[in-house]
């Protein structure tokens, strides 16, 4: 029975040994790699900032592009309702002409009619 136990203190105190000694040679390993990814990650997130920069003067320009092709719009459509209201505004101005014409027509028939019949 001392022997058995020998033997698993023995094979457990090997093991721990083994496994510091893995753990203590393999730890600037795993370290170094952590390091190479979270520079990989970082020149990746760098990378992904520079082209959504470079970018953003294209669609800068595409926005404002679409902003002065609205704004020339409105402004046409502005100028085609002066027009409009022009146009009315002379029509309405000859309309008024007319009935006032007419309207002194029928005065002076009115009065010749009042005169020629007393």
Known sequence: MDNLINEIIMLSATGGIGGFFG??????????EATGSEIDNGSKVVELYKNALDDLSIRYEDKYKHVQEMSDNIANLFEKKEQILLQEIEYHKKQAALYKKMYDDKVREFNKYKKEHP
């Open 23 to 32: 753990w203590f040679f393999t730890r600037r390993k795993q370290n170094a």
